[in-house]
């Protein structure tokens, strides 16, 4: 902690040194911006890997109120980089358009994917230094699902700031879409808008609602101390546990949890789940659709984690028996999903029995689309519908 303080410190000195060429100090037309420290015993970070996607086309080398846009996207990175905490994020830091003298591609990762530190980051975002070429936001969204792929953990965000002019713009919701379906769930999106084209901010609000769990804000909004130490905390921060409270009376019948998952007995559909499983919002173990890609049967190793904990909890309960079932959502026909779903119930199984537990303590069942749990109108239904559930026997 103390040597993040120190190197945001030195950062609020130099940074718009680095940013503006000859510049001595920030713009007046900017607010001044003191980092909010987040204590690390009170947070933890929810996002295990991001990447950062900066405009650098020539676009952004027009005014905006006074200020040149690409230089208030810069200022708008350094200072997510001076609130965001270190806490063993992988990180990356992408440009797209550029100079040649910046760079010759069309995008480039000019830091990551690493472990994330404050100056990491920095030295990086001073290479980015003056924007050129055209707009192909669309191309560095393909190559962040290189950036992400076959990272430890589970969830991960990107961050776009950018004008959102001059783009092909269908295109780039597609390839919004194609880096959504990639990572399901497990992927959240948020743009930032720099300057006030309409259909920019059309576009950008378009892929922020592309990546469901993000959200779509402005430059304006987030550029003060204060908008963005908000900005981190929703985007990437979770407040730990607080300390379980002195015991509470004993519920009333009707409130009873009787296997402990958190969820009440009335409300429950799932009873006598075991300790440690992770259960939905009516009880039931399930592992959602981020263990396999769309229509697929293999595994992410991402979601591995997630499979490791059925098998401790299986070891911990050696006289349990499980019966791990299917489901899809209900694009494709009947017969196809009721084998699609199948073979992700015997992936689970295979991996199971890889790991020690007996196969005949398994059983499986492909129920295809015949017991949703949301409705398959939306796309965020069908992904609740995309899921392995297992029940105890």
Not at 90 to 102: D, E, I, K, N, Q
């Amino acid at each position: 902690m103390k040597k993040k303080i120190l190197i945001q410190s030195l950062l609020s000195v130099i940074a718009f040194v680095f940013l503006f060429g000859c510049a001595t100090k920030e713009p007046a037309e900017f607010p001044s911006f003191i980092a909010q420290q987040f204590d690390a015993d009170q947070y933890v970070s929810k996002v295990d890997n991001f990447v950062v996607i900066l405009d650098a086309s020539s676009s952004m080398g027009h005014d905006s109120n006074g200020n040149i846009k690409f230089d208030i996207a810069k200022t708008i990175v350094q200072r997510l980089n001076m609130t965001l905490p270190e806490l063993g994020q992988t990180a990356g830091l992408r440009s797209f358009g550029h100079l040649p003298s910046v760079s010759k591609n069309l995008t480039e990762l000019f830091y990551g994917m690493k472990t994330y530190s404050t100056a990491g980051m920095s030295d990086a975002l001073i290479d980015i230094f003056r924007p050129g070429g055209t707009s192909p936001l669309g191309t560095a969204l393909d190559a962040a699902q290189t950036d992400l792929e076959g990272l430890p953990g589970i969830y991960n965000a990107v961050v776009i700031v950018s004008d959102g002019k001059e783009m092909d713009e269908g295109n780039v919701r597609n390839q919004a879409q194609d880096l959504k379906d990639k990572f399901g769930s497990s992927l959240c999106i948020y743009t930032v808008l720099v300057g006030d084209d309409p259909e920019g901010r059309q576009l950008l609000q378009d892929i922020a609602a592309i990546g469901e769990c993000g959200f779509f804000t402005t430059a304006d909004d987030i550029m003060t101390s204060a908008g963005m130490a908000g900005f981190v905390e929703k985007a990437f921060m979770m407040a730990k546990t607080a300390p379980a409270p002195a015991p509470a009376p004993t519920p009333a019948p009707e409130r009873k949890d009787s296997d402990g998952d958190g969820v009440y007995d009335a409300e429950d559909q799932c009873p006598g789940t075991p300790e440690g499983a992770r259960v939905n919002a009516v009880g039931c173990w399930t592992l959602d659709n981020v263990l396999f890609d769309f229509d697929k049967a293999e595994i992410k190793p991402e979601a591995y984690p997630l499979l490791d904990e059925v098998v401790a909890i299986m070891k911990k309960n050696p006289d349990m028996n499980i019966e791990i079932q299917g489901h899809t959502d209900n694009i494709g026909t009947k017969e196809y999903n009721k084998d699609l779903s199948m073979r992700r119930a015997n992936a689970v199984a295979n991996y199971l029995v890889e790991k020690g537990i007996a196969r005949n303590r398994l059983k499986t069942t492909g129920f295809g689309f015949s017991k949703p749990v949301a409705l398959n109108g939306t796309k965020f239904g069908r992904s609740l519908n995309r899921r392995v559930e297992l029940h105890p026997y």
